[in-house]
């Protein structure tokens, strides 16, 4: 049991480039997220997918786009890269969709670009 | 605007002691609240919680305070473990059912 999987878990680009993160889980969640961190930011929520079939847009969605593959995959893509996407990324899941569904993250990906 | 504050970016506490982790919030729609921990190259992990119907939530060493009026709420560890050295996050959430975090607090334990 695996929990939530990431890849690639380091990558570098140049301003420009078009990257996609790859998130699943093998916990039969229903609902996934993508967040951002930062120094002195916090986490931050770019998209998120209340269940299968659906995504909807976080605080920080601009840059970005999500695809909920199936029940076991939802990836996060950036068309074309910036400086100020250079992050860490966590992907999270969760059983349900509410507020007192236990969130359940996976390693990071840190993305830094140039 | 941050509407949920970690205003000590690090702690150091002597094993065996407690620790005491802070958090504030601003946005008074906001009735549950969480703790979540994080191990340098990990994901964080959920620690406890506690809805706004409470003041107190305890979970073995970990217990959650929260003062609604004051908007507030901690994290006390007793006794804190060297394992216990990590960041941890507080996090709340009110209304739209997302999870809004602070910026963390480093603590570290040491012998």
């Known amino acids: 049991n695996a929990g939530v999987t990431q890849t690639p878990k380091f990558q570098v680009l140049k301003t420009g480039q078009s990257m996609t993160l790859q998130c699943a889980q093998d916990m039969n969640h229903n609902s996934m997220y993508w967040y951002r961190q930062d120094p002195g930011m916090g986490l931050r929520l770019i998209y998120y997918?209340?269940?299968?079939?659906?995504?909807d847009k976080g605080e920080v969605p601009n840059g970005y786009n999500v695809s909920r593959l199936n029940k076991r995959e939802f990836s996060l893509r950036l068309e074309s890269a910036a400086p100020s996407q250079t992050s860490v990324y966590f992907c999270?899941?969760?059983?349900?969709?509410?507020?007192?569904?236990?969130?359940?993250f996976g390693p990071g990906t840190r993305l830094l670009v140039l | 605007d941050q509407q949920v504050k970690q205003n000590s970016p690090s702690l150091s506490v002597q094993e065996g002691r407690i620790s005491i982790l802070n958090c504030d919030y601003t946005n008074s729609m906001f009735d549950y609240f969480l703790w979540y921990k994080k191990y340098p190259a990990e994901g964080p992990t959920f620690l406890i919680s506690i809805s706004s119907i409470k003041d107190k939530n305890e979970d073995g060493r970990f217990t959650v305070f929260l003062n609604k009026s004051a908007k507030h709420l901690s994290l006390h560890i007793v006794p804190s473990q060297p394992g216990d050295s990590a960041v941890y996050f507080c996090a709340a959430s009110g209304g739209t059912d997302k999870l809004i975090f602070g910026t963390g607090t480093r603590l570290q334990v040491f012998p």
């Open positions: 997918s209340a269940s299968e079939g659906t995504t």
């Open positions: 999270a899941s969760s059983e349900g969709w509410g507020i007192q569904e236990t969130q359940y």
